[in-house]
């Protein structure tokens, strides 16, 4: 069977001033319908260039310079700008991170909602898909412009929106980094729930790893433009098997017991000019060998994850 | 109420403002060096001369009481008369505003449908490959760089030789001889729209640059909105503040008179009227024409804030005085 989503060994650069940045350096990843995925990474892990390219909607000063998207077979980058905005409305969900910039201030909310059910909505309509995001008035956010609703308000218009057309494959780019930590569980528990309910997959970018697990089926981890690290999110959060991810474990203040230590990761995250040599990770790995930054690590599937590492089969059962 | 509230403090500080405005130019044109007597008389007149001719027009009193004077008559409407032509001021306005409407009319015109509409052009074409955005570029460039006189001399020069049906002068009223007078406006109308075709579609394509890159855009692109749709319901209204205030600076510019174009063409515009009442220190003129140009620029500012207002319900709450 065709996956939804199937990304393989995509290479994108940025040209910024004359250089080259490498922002995502052979990403490769398959989703499945109904998957619920969280893909976890630091500011420049290439996280957000990856949602974006699934949409085809990487700025003008980036090209994919290698691999492909496809979503539900049909590769995303040879699609005509026609095809392209059919893939948009019909199958892909977006929302962004900051939510009042995300709508147009000069119109007011019901009409953008309206739109975004392409003409088919009636004013009940509105309402209703207004309700179903939670809003405790809808009638009154409907009335309303952008500028007098709340972020929170703001970022569940912005799901009602993207939701609207029941698609495929949401992908919510950090949705809640903007609103404040009360109403962050309120947001995310209404976009699970309005996705189970249309049988949506959702694509989850996020840089908080516990939150990620604790909803998410499955957890991704992203770094220097690759995913490193990929399977059943209890699994990789309970014994995370690239170098990487286990820092990142040991980072998060919650899991650490009481008194103990918290390590963050010495260094710095690469910025890539080219394709990276070694494992991108390598310079500020704890056990990184002579291999790793001479030679890109393979794909190892062990425990349940994929992992992009030399010593991942060497570590099965290290318990680290 | 609030609303009206707004109102009421716009007019009020607009009639301070016309107030202040009359106070200065009424101090700077008395205290220009040499009066009106000089100017009449020429260099050679003696004391006894100068002073009867200050005495008939009432410019031997001291300026506190002129002022009060001309203020009490311009309330009634009535702004005094030429002293060089002897006619009321009004009167000479009446000759001259057609000719400077006309002229502005045109311009602003050119400005709305072709500034406006290569501005949006160029700003969505600027990511192409086509070389429309260089082309864009290098006429507003071309236009906001090139000195007006430049391209009017070698217009001027050029009908003068080659008439092709235009006129460069003689300029006759519409209302006379309509054919005539489109044959004389063209030209003053044409090289006149160079350059606020150049303003609007500069200021145009950047109000539309500045929108493009805002995040609802990439959000109605993410929605699988078509390009057409998006210029149309998103980007257009979200552009035009700053094209709307820049509209209003071209008008209130070229209805206080386009000077270069009209002493170019010859035509007897508010510009050339009122350079020449100044050199022949024709007061009561010269108050009356800065005046005329404060009152347009006031009205212009305020249709201006009040069409933000209900183009953006951001400034519309900021005017209303509401707090968010």
């Known amino acids: 069977m065709t996956p939804l989503l199937h990304i393989d060994d995509l290479v994108v650069d940025y040209a910024s001033g004359g250089r080259t940045v490498r922002a995502l350096d052979g990403a490769a990843l398959t989703v499945q319908r109904g998957e619920t995925v969280g893909i976890v990474g630091e500011s420049g892990s290439g996280k957000s260039t990856l949602g974006s390219a699934i949409g085809g909607l990487l700025p003008g000063a980036a090209s994919v310079t290698g691999g492909a998207v496809r979503v539900d077979g049909d590769d995303v980058n040879t699609l005509r700008p026609k095809q392209l905005r059919a893939l948009r409305r019909g199958r892909l969900g977006y929302i962004f991170q900051e939510p009042i910039g995300s709508l147009d201030p000069t119109m007011r909310v019901g009409r953008q909602v309206e739109l975004a059910l392409r003409g088919r909505g009636t004013r009940a309509d509105v309402t209703a898909h207004l309700a179903r995001v939670q809003l405790a008035d809808p009638d009154r956010v409907a009335r309303s412009y952008p500028h007098q609703l709340s972020g929170g308000m703001a970022q569940r218009v912005a799901i009602a929106m993207a939701m609207a057309g029941e698609p495929e494959i949401l992908i919510a780019d950090e949705p809640t980094a903007a609103l404040d930590s009360q109403i962050r569980e309120e947001v995310l528990g209404v976009i699970f729930s309005l996705a189970a309910e249309a049988g949506t997959t959702i694509l989850w970018l996020s840089h908080d790893l516990p939150a990620v697990a604790k909803r998410c089926s499955r957890v991704v981890v992203m770094y220097g433009g690759r995913v490193v690290e990929s399977g059943a999110a209890s699994a990789v959060l309970d014994s995370p098997r690239h170098p990487y991810t286990a820092a990142l474990v040991r980072a998060v203040p919650g899991a650490a017991a009481d008194g103990a230590r918290l390590s963050s990761i010495p260094g710095q995250p690469p910025v890539l000019t080219g394709s990276a040599q070694g494992c991108a990770f390598a310079p500020r790995c704890p056990d990184a060998l002579g291999p790793c930054s001479a030679d890109r690590p393979p794909l190892v599937s062990v425990a349940e994850r994929d992992v992009l590492c030399h010593l991942a089969e060497a570590t099965v059962g290290a318990g680290r | ?324």
Do not use: C
Request: hydrophobic content about 55%; charged content about 15%.
């Open chain 2, 1 to 324: 109420m609030r609303l009206f509230s707004w109102w009421l403090r716009r007019a009020l500080s607009a009639v301070l403002t016309l107030f202040l405005v009359s106070v200065l130019i009424f101090a700077a044109s008395r205290w220009m060096p040499g009066g009106f007597a000089e100017v009449v008389l020429g260099p050679f007149a003696s004391p006894e001369q100068k002073a009867e001719v200050a005495a008939k027009y009432g410019l031997d009193e001291s300026v506190f009481v002129q002022y009060w004077l001309w203020l009490g008559t311009a309330l009634t409407g009535d702004f005094g008369i030429s002293m060089i032509s002897g006619e009321p001021v009004t009167t000479e306005f009446g000759l001259r505003l057609p000719v400077t409407a006309q002229l502005a009319l045109f311009g602003v015109a050119a400005a709305v449908l072709i500034g406006v509409p290569l501005g949006v052009l160029t700003a969505v074409r600027a990511g192409g490959r086509r070389g429309g955005a260089a082309l864009g570029r290098l006429v507003s460039g071309l236009g906001v760089s090139v000195p007006e006189f430049v391209l009017g001399s070698i217009v001027v020069f050029l009908f003068s030789r080659y008439a092709l049906g235009l006129t460069v002068g003689g300029y006759v009223p519409f209302g006379q001889d309509p054919a005539g007078n489109l044959q004389s406006m063209v030209l003053p109308a044409a090289v006149l729209s160079v350059f606020v075709i150049a303003v609007a579609a500069r200021t145009t394509r950047d109000a539309v640059l500045n929108v493009l890159v805002e995040p609802y855009i990439t959000a109605s692109i993410a929605r699988g909105e078509s390009p057409g749709f998006i210029v149309a319901r998103h980007v257009l209204r979200n552009a035009s503040i700053p094209v709307i205030t820049v509209l209003s600076t071209i008008t209130a510019y070229l209805l206080g008179g386009a000077v270069i174009i009209e002493y170019l063409f010859n035509l007897p515009g508010i510009g050339t009227y009122l350079v020449q009442a100044v050199g022949r220190r024709d007061y009561a003129v010269v108050q009356a024409g800065v005046l005329l140009a404060a009152v347009v620029f006031i009205v212009l500012n305020m249709l201006t804030d009040a069409a933000a207002g209900v183009l953006d319900p951001r400034f519309g709450a900021a005017a209303k005085g509401r707090k968010r």
